[in-house]
């Protein structure tokens, strides 16, 4: 399976399937349903400095081939995460991947400061993007200004792989890209939740407990897709794309828009496998057009 | 361990105009996984536009001489729809079991329990009658609902117990709310289990906290995914923002805030 | 069916149920379908200064729960409107109002003023957010400052009611709202399409001729319901809300968060009757829970 | 005058794996509306989570005295599968008739003339072909496919005239594509209609336009609404670009642009 293999930064991937923040728990919800060594990596829930007790309930709406989230970054803390996560899933064949959020610059570097040490860490994940609380750091990744101050303090105390998650709900992505990419992270996954609403026609009240919350699921491709491309027009390094994945087409899609990996997010809940299948669904679609490597994909969309 | 099973359908009784019953098997004769009263499924429904998450359903029954699986299915949507129209020998992809189960008591087989259901809730208190008997318990059942006809699978919960009702109009048993019903005043309880809308459940809890019975309810929070991945189901507890799919969805009354 | 009347600037609506630019042809497409007097008005195909022979095909891909288009304000100009389609449409009973677009403030203002002496055109609708063309005055839609522009300059020339289109395809709607605001528009209508993508990877090209198109359709709902709430939430003049309606339970949704009338877009492909559905839809709403005036309605979520 | 109607399904014949013929009439026994050979409808799939937007599908036939609609339908996704498994008595939203229709000869019933179809574009030329022999036209068809088993409805071709066909593997009919068929050497035909594939169709249309041969296309443009409002279908003409569904879907290749 060497055609699968894709470097992003010095983060080395058996293949370009992973899995999105906030979808796959830590890995371990998933044992039961698939062999975790087969992906090419995780990306863990959310982890703030402190611990947060998210969103009130309810925290979710379906809408039209997707759904809308207000969790709220509920997690127990990174040193919990330390202490406690880390010993149970450093073992996974596969590349674990935390994903930072904090609502101050100095929030993100302590809490990238304490992952430094875990050796089985390769890889953070900085959430600029998350629109559900105010300390979700959708204010850092909405201005290229912040992101880019952000991404610089990180980068100082963070020398392993440095990959900065794009919020969509921005007039032009590729600024925000840009700024991110000037100060020395190594990826851009993109996109994040875009920001919406349901309404409960009957009690005449927002469904969320937080009135907006995040859209993910198919729905959101064609938006996911497009900011990939337009990405990639612009910036150098690696781009990860998620948004709607359900399935190996999808993740096709993406790659040929520009993505050098790609994550499953939502589409976990529905399937816990598709991730597999997706691998699968690569490796069988390069074979069917001779194509030595996935990396020749990305980005080779004729225009 | 959980399970992505296709099952098959090998039944599918429409009780009345909203609700009906589903049996399901496995296609190759593999025992189905053990299951336990409390635990609920995820069901991927197909050709529904407008359902595009798993829909959370209780377990039923776990019919074991027949390796069969009960839901009871009251229809609100296109989700539950789709599922009404099931037909024999369909395919249903399923994950399951999910969540935790009931606190069966362990010992003096005397003791009165009682296994409170209303409307779609009473989906649960039959297989929590069935192995509470099965464990030489006598529980009675006090089923509610809006009318009779809304009464459901009654001689089924007669093989494992006495059996109450209330409708509200009185077409069925007494008239009124399960929490109004005589047999509370007239039998010394140890412990309540409930299922139903919140109002109601809030309503058993409170009475049961006062009398100072133990129970326990199940929550049907909505849910995203139903394994534990989302965070979307949560109840706010004493220990804080719990998800209902894997801490619950049975929850004792006193770890809940209904009470305070 | 007096509750049903809402009123935006001068302009009187029967009821809040419109039709959306581009979705609605010049309504004559619809008469074998539905009477067009029982609809509160009809928003006709974006108009220019000049004829446009729109993109190349295809222009056109279905998405989940939507679709992407770039048809690129096809029309056969102002000029071509006012003497060969308007005398075929000024006695539809019912409000006609031309969308306008154009590359240019200039664009802008002349097409407006060609407009001007047409008794039967009560408003018209400044598209600053077709992203399909240049032309299409995205740019204008994705900036305050010249949102605000083009506003002023057609105000001064169009005394009738003036109503400016948003993009979505921005970090903060709400500013460019107040900016329209400012500059004297009597309503803001949102949402426009999302700008997105599709990709065919038999092919290995994008689906659509121009690379990115506008999304519309029930996929996007959550976003526009999510965009019309925060604009309730900081100008005063009424919202015409639009992103997904499919059904009078949708646009319930998007009345309760702020909107004073909404328009239907997409949805007239699958049901060309629709708009008609969502008026009885709304009056027996407002019959069971016993609701004087859909005005009352109007951002009345109870959050 | 197009109408929105709920036709219901008389037959459903599964032609082979991947073909079907739908035949539909109206729920009361009312006429159905005068449709003309190369219009087409647009179908509402329900249950299809990928399908959104309505499908256009040909005319294949109108059966005036059993006042039936014929349908071919060739599965391809999702939206076309659904429609293969309609059962008798589903009710399917329809919009007809839509588009434009061939011209028909109106004199000289001598002519001759020659409908070529390709794959699901044979679909039109039964409808087409049954018109002209009603009208006194003795039309020759020329069917090509894949292989014998995509040869559809020869015998309902049969009845309206003479039938040629050819299949890539040779299996039916001459080896090869329909512009290499013999029948195009040994007659003199004054017009040619098409539908199929679109290298077909430019091969065809060339041919045509090269012998000075009438020559009508029928395309099949993806479509979102199919009566002219969104402005999606259009194809490059000598006039600019024009809409498919509204002044198509037939189109004299002379006003194309394929053939410089
Ligand atoms: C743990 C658990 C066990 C359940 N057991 C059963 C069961 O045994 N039998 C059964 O019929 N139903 C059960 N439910 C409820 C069932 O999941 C919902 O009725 C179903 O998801 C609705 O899907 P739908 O597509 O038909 O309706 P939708 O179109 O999704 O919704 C229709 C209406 O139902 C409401 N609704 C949707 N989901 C829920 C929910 N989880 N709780 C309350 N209201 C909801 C919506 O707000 C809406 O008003 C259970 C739910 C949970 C969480
Ligand atoms: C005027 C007209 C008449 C038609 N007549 C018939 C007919 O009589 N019988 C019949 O079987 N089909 C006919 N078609 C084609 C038919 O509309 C499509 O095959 C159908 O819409 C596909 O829907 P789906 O959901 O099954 O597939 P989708 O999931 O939508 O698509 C599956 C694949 O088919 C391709 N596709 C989709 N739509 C079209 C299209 N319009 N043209 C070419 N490729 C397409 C897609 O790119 C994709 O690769 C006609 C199309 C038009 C425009
Ligand atoms: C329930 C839920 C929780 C999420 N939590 C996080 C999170 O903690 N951090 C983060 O960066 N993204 C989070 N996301 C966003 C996803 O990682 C992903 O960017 C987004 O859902 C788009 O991908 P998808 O459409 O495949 O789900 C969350 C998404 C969902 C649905
Ligand atoms: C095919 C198509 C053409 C459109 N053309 C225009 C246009 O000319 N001017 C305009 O302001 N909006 C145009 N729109 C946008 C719609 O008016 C509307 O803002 C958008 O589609 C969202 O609403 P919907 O989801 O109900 O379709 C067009 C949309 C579609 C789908
Ligand atoms: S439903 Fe996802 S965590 Fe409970
Ligand atoms: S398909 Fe909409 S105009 Fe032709």
């Given at each position: 399976m060497d055609r699968l293999i894709v470097n992003i930064g010095d983060l080395h991937l058996k293949n370009p399937v992973m899995t999105a923040s906030g979808t796959f728990g830590y890995g371990k919800e998933f044992t039961d349903f698939i062999d975790l060594s087969r992906i090419g990596g995780i990306f863990v829930k959310g982890t703030t400095i402190r611990a947060r007790q998210g969103n009130d309930y309810p925290r979710m709406a379906e809408t039209p081939s997707g759904m809308l989230n207000a969790v709220g970054l509920q997690n127990k803390g990174v040193d919990h995460f330390v202490s406690d996560i880390y010993p149970s899933i450093k073992d996974f064949d596969t590349n674990v991947i935390v994903n930072v959020s904090g609502s101050t610059v100095e929030d993100y570097v302590d809490c990238a400061q304490k992952l430094v040490d875990l050796d089985k860490i390769p890889a953070i994940e900085l959430n600029i993007s998350c629109p559900n609380v105010k300390e979700g750091g959708m204010a850092f990744g909405t201005s290229a200004c912040s992101a880019a101050e952000v991404t610089k303090a990180v980068r100082e105390v963070w020398k392993k792989t440095l990959i900065v998650k794009l919020s969509p709900n921005v007039t032009d992505i590729t600024e925000i890209a840009k700024a991110v990419e000037g100060e020395g992270a190594d990826a851009v996954s993109l996109i994040n939740t875009l920001l919406g609403m349901a309404v409960d026609i009957n009690k005449r009240q927002p469904v969320l407990s937080t009135?907006?919350?995040?859209?993910?699921?198919?729905?959101?491709?064609?938006?996911?897709?497009?900011m990939v491309w337009q990405t990639y027009n612009v910036v150098k390094i690696p781009i990860i794309g998620m948004g709607g994945i359900s399935s190996w087409q999808d993740a096709i899609e993406f790659i040929l828009a520009g993505s050098s990996a790609i994550q499953i997010g939502t589409h976990n809940f529905i399937d816990p496998t598709i991730s597999i299948k997706v691998v699968e669904g690569i490796a069988a679609y390069l074979d069917k057009h001779n194509i030595k490597s996935v990396k020749e994909l990305t980005g080779s969309l004729q225009v | 361990m959980k399970r992505l099973l296709d099952l098959v359908v090998t039944e599918n009784n429409q009780l009345n105009q909203n609700y009906c019953l589903?049996?399901?098997?496995?296609?190759?004769?593999?025992?189905?996984?053990?299951?336990?009263?409390?635990?609920?499924?995820?069901?991927?429904?197909?050709?529904?536009?407008?359902?595009?998450?798993?829909?959370?359903?209780?377990?039923?029954?776990?019919?074991?001489?027949?390796?069969?699986?009960?839901?009871?299915?009251?229809?609100?949507?296109?989700?539950?729809?789709?599922?009404?129209?099931?037909?024999?020998?369909?395919?249903?992809?399923?994950?399951?079991?999910?969540?935790?189960?009931?606190?069966?008591?362990?010992?003096?087989?005397?003791?009165?329990?009682?296994?409170?259901?209303?409307?779609?809730?009473?989906?649960?208190?039959?297989?929590?009658?069935?192995?509470?008997?099965?464990?030489?318990?006598?529980?009675?059942?006090?089923?509610?609902?809006?009318?009779?006809?809304?009464?459901l699978q009654l001689d089924d919960f007669l093989k494992y117990g006495e059996v109450f009702c209330t409708t509200e109009d009185g077409s069925h048993g007494e008239k009124g709310y399960v929490?109004?019903?005589?047999?509370?005043?007239?039998?010394?309880?140890?412990?309540?289990?409930?299922?139903?809308?919140?109002?109601?459940?809030?309503?058993?809890?409170?009475?049961?906290h006062s009398n100072n019975i133990n129970c326990e309810v199940s929550l049907e929070n909505t849910m995203a995914c139903g394994f534990g991945v989302c965070l979307c189901c949560v109840e706010k507890t004493r220990e804080g923002n719990i998800c209902v799919c894997t801490e619950g969805p049975v929850f004792n009354i006193e770890n809940l805030t209904w009470i305070d």
């Open positions: 009135i907006t919350g995040g859209l993910s699921g198919p729905c959101v491709k064609p938006v996911a897709l497009r | 589903i049996k399901l098997t496995t296609p190759d004769g593999t025992l189905l996984p053990e299951m336990y009263p409390g635990q609920f499924v995820e069901i991927k429904v197909e050709n529904s536009p407008s359902t595009y998450l798993r829909r959370p359903i209780s377990v039923n029954f776990v019919d074991k001489s027949k390796n069969e699986l009960w839901l009871l299915i009251q229809v609100v949507g296109d989700g539950t729809k789709k599922m009404s129209e099931y037909s024999v020998g369909d395919t249903v992809n399923i994950m399951l079991p999910l969540g935790n189960s009931f606190t069966l008591p362990t010992e003096n087989p005397k003791q009165e329990l009682l296994l409170v259901g209303g409307g779609v809730g009473t989906a649960p208190m039959l297989f929590l009658g069935a192995s509470l008997k099965d464990k030489g318990f006598a529980p009675k059942f006090l089923l509610g609902a809006r009318s009779k006809n809304d009464l929490t109004n019903h005589s047999v509370l005043k007239n039998t010394q309880f140890s412990s309540i289990y409930t299922c139903g809308p919140k109002p109601m459940m809030v309503a058993v809890a409170k009475y049961a």
